[in-house]
């Protein structure tokens, strides 16, 4: 199987999200020393410089500031930091960033497959052959999650208040993965309007599932609206799909062809 990848957006991303990691614990922790200027410098006390006297003035403003700032700028540092960086996984000695982990279990697949991560526009996580295109919306953490139909939800929990900040949540894949199939559809159908060296890839199949590659995920699934996968049944449920849709070798050659074309990717 081939794979590409825009190695340089996933190092961006991931030395963005450190930095805002980072960042967020500075301003914590300038809050935490903001809140103890009264003990150190009561505002009865003349103050040696100008910087001082601010801050007996305006200590619990900054500290009131820096506590949802730091939080926030924790936040967005953690939603990169699980999409981006790697880790090492339950259950095993793999440390991998998701998009290798999910390569991981697509070994074994031919080179009519071609797997893109963060390289095609509007979907992550693309495999194209001879099924057609499959779209995937990956999740990474670990915990309980309730699926009925299209509603997602991850029940309360104390472990779940400790680790809010480092958690990528459960959002919508049902809807991700509708919105994903959109913009695939429209690329897709640009294919022959750029000219006779693209043939109608139009109708060429579209499908998707959401994957869940944490061993430690916890999963009560009834009747979901798109298929909810770990990650060691990925394979398996692209097998199906091939017996089920079998392109004619040349969309196969001319789908892969234009999807390489149409991605950003580094070798």
Known sequence: MKSYRNVKEVQRKEALGRRFSLTGLGVLFLGMMAS?????????????????????????????IALPAGFLCASIGSYYINRFARRRWPGSRIIARPDEMLERNLKGFDDKFVYF?????????????????????????????????????????????????????????????????????????????????????????????????????????????????????????????VKEVKLPAATVRALTDYLTEQSVHQT
Request: overall charge neutral; hydrophobic content about 40%; charged content about 20%.
């Open 36 to 64: 103890f200027v009264p003990s150190c410098y009561p505002l009865e006390t003349p103050a040696p410089n100008q910087m001082v006297s601010f801050l007996q003035q305006y200590w619990s403003l900054l500290s009131f």
């Open 117 to 241: 991560a963060h390289s095609l526009p509007g979907s992550n996580y693309v495999v194209a052959g001879p099924c057609g295109v499959l779209l995937f919306v990956v999740r990474n953490d670990r915990g309980n999650v309730v699926i009925n139909g299209d509603r997602w939800r991850e029940p309360f929990s104390f472990g779940r208040i400790l680790t809010v900040f480092a958690r990528e949540g459960i959002g919508q894949p049902p809807r991700e993965l509708q919105e994903q199939t959109v913009r695939m559809r429209e690329l897709l159908e640009k294919a022959s309007a750029n000219g006779a060296n693209h043939p109608d890839l139009s109708h060429v199949p579209i499908d998707g599932a959401a994957v869940f590659l944490n061993e430690m995920a916890q999963l009560t699934v009834e009747n979901p609206s798109i298929p909810v996968l770990r990650g060691d049944q990925v394979k398996e449920f692209i097998r199906r799909k």
